[in-house]
């Protein structure tokens, strides 16, 4: 289970892109890297999965470098409701154990 | 379709009493899982299940049990509460193993001990 460091905290402003960047050294080969979104008083919700390149969604987009060593969440023109703790996971179909770090939180102000 | 349902929302014990977290799920996942998240920190696994029957020890199991009789369901027993079992509780599911399937997270349950 690959462990992952990203930072504790991002502040930004209505209408700016909101980049997270999340590293994963040894991530294993059949490892993919998935991100949480978690409001507060509510449980985490998926935002997008990877496995490499770029994936985009209607809510982000997440890049993946060729050496897969890290990641990076990206959140186009962020909005006051888009402030919440953002969680980075890497695993594969064999991981039963996965606990969540202690995320990013991310504050946007008006 | 109602996901993942918890219950109780909130519940206040007494310290040396006990209870149970219900969970339930209309996905027929094959996994599930409880969390505990204490303030400002991340999720940490207590128990987890990998279908009826089976079950198996987080990274935080002391003072809780499981079972799964059901696919549907896995409550989360506090056999003698503690006032560090303070905590919000998210029960959680998943299709497939977790590092490759999307985990569904119920809306926690906020337990207080005293």
């Known amino acids: 289970l690959a462990k992952t460091t990203q930072p504790i905290s991002m502040d930004s402003y209505e209408g700016q892109e909101v980049n997270i960047t999340c590293s994963h050294n040894?991530?294993?080969?059949?490892?993919?890297i998935t991100w949480y979104q978690q409001f507060p008083s509510q449980g985490p919700r998926f935002i997008i999965q990877g496995y490499k390149t770029k994936v985009t969604n209607e809510v982000a987009s997440l890049f993946i470098p060729a050496d897969r060593k890290s990641s990076t969440l990206s959140l186009p023109r962020v909005s006051l409701s888009d402030t919440a703790v953002y969680y980075c996971l890497v695993g594969d179909e064999t991981d039963y154990k996965l606990s969540f770090g202690a995320g990013t939180t991310v504050t946007v102000r008006a | 379709n109602a996901g993942v349902t918890q219950t109780p929302k909130f519940q206040v014990l007494k310290t040396g009493q006990s209870m149970t977290l219900q969970c339930a799920q209309d996905?027929?996942?094959?996994?599930m899982s409880w969390y505990r998240q204490d303030p400002g920190m991340g999720l940490r696994l207590i128990h987890y299940s990998v279908g009826a029957g089976i079950t198996d020890q987080g990274e935080v199991p002391n003072g809780y049990n499981v079972s799964r009789s059901t696919t549907e369901d896995f409550p989360l027993r506090l056999l003698s509460a503690a006032p560090s079992q303070t905590s919000v509780y998210f029960c959680a599911s998943s299709y497939g193993a977790r590092g490759r399937n999307t985990i569904y997270f119920g809306e926690g349950s906020w337990l207080t001990v005293v």
């Open positions: 040894n991530i294993a080969t059949n490892d993919y």
């Open positions: 996905m027929n996942h094959e996994y």
